[in-house]
Each structure stands twice: as structure tokens, then as C-alpha cells.
């Protein structure tokens, strides 16, 4: 059974940083891909970062510049640096993994920004 534990959210003040980390039960090579996504109350999930087996990553504009994605493989462990935190990147973050044919999900963290 594949597990993906996230931790690491909080209430932060915009402006702040944030970390976020993904314990994945296996290897970050056995998935194609890695990936954090948000979802906002009433809103659809969203990607945020990505990152494949090669180590490729891939950031959506609102949060390019801002959002690192990374891993320590030794660890099986994904990680979203957060950086100059708005209001609106208020939301549950999820950590997703893809090994064909399946999508994993961890349980999500919630991340607040105050203004």
C-alpha cells in the first residue's frame, strides 16, 4: 500500500515561508511523477509544482519564483518551499504521486496566510 504523509502546514503571515514535506512509503523513482497541488474552499485542486523521475520540475505562473519543489531521495521525502506567502495561496495542499496506472494522494495539509 503506497502512502504519501504530508506535513508541515500552518498559519503564516504573508510575506512568510513555509515548508512542506511529503513521506512517501517508497522511492521517489518508483513514481513518474511527484507532484503538490492546493485546492480552496470552493475551488477546483490545482497544481502548484511538479517534479518527474529526472528531476525536471514545472511551476504554474502564480506561483513561479516563489515555490520550490524538491526531494531527498535517501529521505523518500518531497518538499514545497513556499516563499513570500500571499493571502491567496491559502488552501489544503495535497502531495500526488503517479505510477502507472494509479494517482496517490496524501491526506492534505492546510496552509492559512493572514494578511
Known amino acids: 500500500q503506497v502512502q504519501l504523509v504530508e506535513s508541515g502546514g500552518g498559519l503564516v503571515q504573508a510575506g512568510g515561508s513555509l515548508r512542506l514535506s511529503c513521506a512517501a512509503s517508497?522511492?521517489?523513482?518508483?513514481?513518474?511523477?511527484m507532484a503538490w497541488y492546493r485546492q480552496a474552499p470552493g475551488k477546483q485542486r490545482d497544481l502548484v509544482a511538479r517534479?518527474?523521475?529526472?528531476?525536471?520540475?514545472y511551476y504554474p505562473d502564480s506561483v513561479k519564483g516563489r515555490f520550490t519543489i524538491s526531494s531527498d531521495n535517501a529521505k523518500n521525502t518531497v518538499y514545497l518551499q513556499m516563499n513570500s506567502l500571499k493571502p491567496e495561496d491559502t488552501a489544503v495542499y495535497y502531495c500526488?504521486?503517479?505510477?502507472?496506472?494509479?494517482?496517490?494522494w496524501g491526506q492534505g495539509t492546510q496552509v492559512t496566510v493572514s494578511s
Open positions: 517534479i518527474i523521475s529526472d528531476g525536471t520540475t
Open positions: 517508497e522511492s521517489r523513482f518508483s513514481f513518474t511523477r
Open positions: 500526488y504521486g503517479f505510477r502507472f496506472p494509479n494517482d496517490y
